[in-house]
């Protein structure tokens, strides 16, 4: 969902450039950097070895 | 996987076979062959997506008030104004979000109801793909409703200009949440069984 | 069993109960938008500018109550459009027979100011005005449903008629009744020699209008003084230009149906006296920006026109007989308000110009013409004249800093100033004209030099500031100056004006430094020997190098000999911090190395390499033999425990070419620690190979890594101290039992 929260943030920063300024600040950066992270958290994480102790290796 | 005949049951939580009915006896998840009135809640949940798809589509999704006048904007306005302004990418990825996706989905529920009825037949391997494939899609329709929360949130400077959340929110959120109910309660097993 | 799934069959109907629901929702959400959509109206406009299809609002004082849905070109006529608008259902009954519309865009204009500031946001919109103003009446009018809009808001006030002969005000010009705007002309045409002006007084101000009105034409000068007295809030540009009419009533009887514009007549009180001049003169009197009288007539009498004027009661005291005026055109007019910073200039003579005046002796006024000068500038030349001062003219190329009234000062003291200066064509130079006071008339002869000491001549470093000028104005303004030879008088009357700097050339000489880029160095760029500063950059010449000319005091020429060396201090940041800040504001300096002997050498090129700081230190010198320059480089440091004792002056291969051969220079404090048996290693190799390997081997400074450099260690039984030239082996490596070594040795402080 975090993805999709980001292509928010994007769009939301184009339909308000026609009414106001906008600059892009560190913490879009850092968002980015969340995400990057969270995708490769959610990318090796596997609920069923919660299950499984012996299979964690 | 053939677990109906010889009375084992694989649990989705702890990917272990069981051979009860009712509780995993690992991870206490309850269990079941194949999901309880799967196909009619799929289908009355769809059936209500489909309702709600058409004051979501109809009503204003936001507003501006800029100097105390109001200027509304509908999903399809605002995919409007992206193409308008030149924006063609923004503008497909909002319509494809927010138009494309909600109404995809439903169709692709309805034909996987109907091969579900059905049964195992030569759509099955394409209609788990599908499913597969609305299964991911459906949380990009999101985009829009946190479109109108990032803006509300930002632009609230009293009569010079802010904006307000329209009617559409939420019955464009209950199509989101119902189509993803009936995602969810939707049995892919179902395509398999042979009638 | 049966009766579990009984049970469950009961839960699941719930389920039903969702699409049921969200159908209802569904019905009341659409129900209450199609509900608000009300009259669908079209009306016909002129001009749709600024209109957005489906944005653009439709509003009634300030509310929204409608929306336009689109706009279309007028079939019948394609000069026109076609609105459609679209009613909100509860505010239907605005829309009624009779009803206004029209469109509000922002507008701006010199009478009104800005207008409908907020459309610039939001754009344009549809203004309705309905007939009645109670919703019981409105509702029982007749519908309509296609309107022609009006092309400009309706009204809002009654319209009356004035008529007069002559006075002449444009569309716009405002009433004011006591200093408060009560209407404005909205038309005016001309009937039977009659000019009438069909003028709107607001709604409020209705009762302002009687039998005994009186509409009294207010000219730009007399408005303002009326303002002034009633603290109106700022009036428009405009209307300090053309005026107002000014309402007088006591609001008795009727109001008429036209009214004649009230002139009062003008009785003028004041000393009338006669100007002689070649060509009319402009229409009024103003000394020092006010307006003090007027022409009252003129008249040609044998080539010369005779203007008859007259100035006011109470200013009757600024003239008399030894009055003398000066015409002041438009733009010396302005120029003198900006020094006197007047209040409220009477812009008719600031376009018209005007004639003024001063009076330098207190004496009687009984003298009836005068004559006047054709300028302030002539009118001045004349009085110099006259008080016996000596007009003289310097010539220069360029004006900097010089204009009228700047002084020319002798040995500080103010001499004279700047008359004026015009440029002549023909010989391509600035005619100053000067004056020059009585006293100083004598030494004003061929030998005069006149000189421009200018404005800034701070010499600024970082030792200090040293500002070069004698006081405070010249500081500012700048100043003329001269010196003469002979103390006589004689009739030359030009002169070249020269720079300062021009008059002590003779005292300095210049080297040329030729560089393929400026490296820093600018135009007052210091020369410096051992941190004195010899003399500095004058002029940078750009052609395939750059030269930078250097100008130096004679005295110091003996430096320069044919094997000095110049070369730039530049900023640097480097790991080991950061160098020559100043060059960053003041230009680079360049320093010399000086070689006293061998004669004169005139041009230079910039040493690449920056010369060792300690060039002129004394301290010790030694030579390491090396088989390898190794990571080490000219200024790389010398560590003694890891401290910097020195660093390495100079390398270079030894004579046979067989290794390296490294001076290092030693701080003479740390003199001592260098004995015979001392061990130098480089310590940039060991530093890395300590990390690899996790020796426990303490690294050098970051700075000793990169850089590189050498160790130096002394053995517990130290050897003897050693002379400037000993030579040691540098070691690639150290041996371990060296970090032992821990010898009492005297430091110097």
């Known amino acids: 969902m975090a993805e999709v929260y980001l292509v928010a943030v994007l769009v939301s920063m184009i339909k308000l450039k026609s009414i106001s300024l906008m600059t892009v600040d560190i913490g879009l950066y850092l968002f980015f950097l969340f995400l990057f992270i969270f995708l490769l958290t959610v990318r090796f994480f596997n609920p069923h070895d919660v299950w499984h102790k012996e299979l964690i290796k | ?195 | ?749």
């Open chain 3, 1 to 749: 069993m049966k009766q579990a799934i009984k049970k469950k069959k009961s839960i699941i109907f719930i389920y039903w109960i969702i699409p049921i629901v969200a159908m209802i929702i569904a019905i009341i959400m659409l129900k209450d938008k199609y509900e608000t959509k009300g009259k669908q109206v079209t009306i016909i406009l002129n001009n749709v500018d600024g209109l957005n299809i489906k944005k653009s609002p439709v509003m009634f004082n300030g509310v929204k109550v409608g929306n336009i849905e689109d706009i279309k070109i007028d079939e019948n006529n394609l000069n026109h459009f076609k609105a459609y608008l679209s009613m909100y259902k509860k505010y239907d009954y605005l829309v009624k027979k009779g009803t206004k519309f029209w469109k509000v865009s922002p507008e701006i204009s010199l009478n009104k100011g800005i207008k409908n500031l907020g459309t610039i946001i939001t754009g344009s919109y549809i203004e309705i005005l309905p007939p009645k103003l109670e919703k019981k009446e409105l509702i029982k009018l007749p519908n309509q449903y296609n309107f022609i809009a009006l092309d400009t808001p309706p009204l809002n006030g009654i319209i009356t008629t004035i008529k007069t002969k002559n006075s002449s005000f444009s569309i716009g010009t405002i009433l004011v009744y006591k200093g408060i705007q009560v209407g404005e002309i909205i038309d005016k045409n001309l009937n039977d020699d009659y000019i009438y002006y069909k003028v709107l007084i607001y709604n409020k101000y209705q009762n302002l209008l009687s039998q005994d009105t009186k509409f009294i034409p207010l000219n730009s000068l007399e408005f303002q003084a009326s303002l002034k007295d009633i603290k109106f809030t700022i009036p428009s540009l405009k209307n300090l230009i053309t005026g107002a009419i000014k309402i007088e009533t006591n609001k008795i009887g009727k109001p008429k149906k036209e009214y004649s514009l009230f002139i009062p007549k003008k009785i003028l009180k004041g000393y009338k006296f006669t100007i002689i001049s070649d060509n009319k003169l402009p229409s009024s009197l103003v000394y020092k920006g006010f307006k003090v009288g007027e022409l009252l007539t003129s008249e040609l009498i044998k080539n010369k026109i005779y203007n008859h004027y007259i100035i006011y009661d109470k200013y009757q005291n600024l003239i008399n007989n030894s009055t003398l005026f000066y015409k002041l055109n438009a733009v010396e007019l302005k120029a003198s308000l900006n020094n006197f910073s007047l209040q409220i200039p009477d812009l008719k003579s600031a376009v018209l110009g005007g004639v003024s005046f001063i009076t330098p002796k207190k004496i009687a006024l009984n003298k009836k013409e005068f004559k006047v000068f054709e300028s302030k500038n002539s009118l001045d030349e004349y009085l110099y004249k006259r008080s016996g001062a000596k007009i003289v003219t310097l010539l220069t190329k360029d004006l900097k800093f010089i204009k009228k009234d700047t002084l020319i000062t002798y040995k500080g003291l103010t001499a004279g100033k700047v008359i004026n200066y015009k440029y002549n064509p023909k010989t391509n130079y600035i005619e100053v004209k000067i004056r020059i006071k009585k006293p100083f008339i004598k030494l004003i002869n061929k030998t005069t030099k006149f000189y421009t000491k200018s404005g800034v001549n701070i010499k600024a470093g970082l030792n200090g500031v040293n500002i070069q000028t004698p006081s405070v104005n010249s500081l500012v303004n700048g100043e003329i100056s001269f010196i003469t030879k002979e103390n006589k008088s004689d009739n030359t009357k030009k002169f070249t004006l020269l720079n300062q700097s021009d008059l002590t050339k003779n005292n300095y000489f210049t080297i040329n430094l030729i560089m393929n880029k400026t490296n820093g160095v600018k135009v007052g760029s210091k020369l410096k020997y051992k941190d004195f500063t010899l003399g500095s950059v004058e002029n940078m010449i750009f052609d395939k190098n750059i030269t930078a000319i250097i100008k130096i005091n004679k005295k110091y020429k003996y430096l320069f000999g044919k094997n000095s060396k110049l070369y730039l201090e530049t900023f640097q940041a480097g790991l080991n911090g950061i160098k020559n800040t100043y060059s960053i504001v003041f230009g680079s300096n360049i320093v010399l190395i000086a070689n006293k002997n061998n004669g004169f050498k005139h041009n230079f090129t910039p040493d690449s390499i920056n010369p060792i700081n300690s060039y002129y230190q004394k301290g010790l010198r030694i030579v390491l033999r090396a088989n390898s320059k190794a990571g080490l480089n000219v200024n790389s440091a010398v560590y003694y425990r890891k401290v910097k004792i020195g660093h390495i002056e100079k390398i270079k291969l030894s004579n046979t070419a067989q290794n390296v051969e490294i001076f290092l220079f030693i701080k003479p404090k740390y003199k001592n620690i260098i004995r015979t048996n001392s061990k130098f290693f480089n310590t940039g190799v060991l530093a890395i190979k300590a990390n690899l390997l996790g020796i426990k081997i303490k690294t050098g400074t970051l700075e000793s890594i990169i850089k590189g450099g050498v160790e130096v260690i002394t053995p517990n039984k130290a050897g003897q101290k050693v002379e400037n030239g000993a030579v040691f082996k540098l070691y690639d490596k150290p041996k371990e039992e060296w970090f032992e070594y821990k010898p009492k040795l005297r430091v110097g402080i």
């Open chain 2, 1 to 195: 996987m053939r677990t109906k005949e010889n009375n084992q049951i694989f649990c989705d939580v702890c990917a272990t076979l069981q051979s009860t009915r009712k509780k995993c006896k690992i991870c206490g998840n309850r269990i079941y062959a194949r999901k309880p009135y799967s196909l009619l809640k799929t289908l009355l949940y769809t059936l209500s997506a489909f309702i709600m798809l058409i004051p979501a589509n109809l009503l204003d999704m936001m507003s501006s008030i800029k100097l105390t006048v109001e200027y509304p904007q509908t999903i399809l306005g605002g995919i409007m104004w992206f193409y308008e302004e030149g924006d063609y990418f923004l503008a497909f990825i909002v319509f494809f979000a927010s138009i494309f996706i909600p109404i995809f989905k439903i169709l692709a529920l309805i034909w996987l109801l109907i091969m579900a009825k059905i049964g195992k037949n030569r759509f099955s391997y394409f209609s788990t793909k599908l499913y597969k494939i609305i299964e991911f899609i459906g949380k990009y329709s999101m985009l829009d409703i946190f479109v109108v929360t990032i803006m509300t949130g930002f632009m609230q400077f009293g009569n010079l200009i802010h904006i307000e959340a329209g009617g559409a929110v939420i019955p464009f959120a209950l199509v989101i949440i119902f189509t993803m109910l009936a995602t969810q309660n939707f049995d892919t097993k179902l395509l398999w069984d042979e009638k």
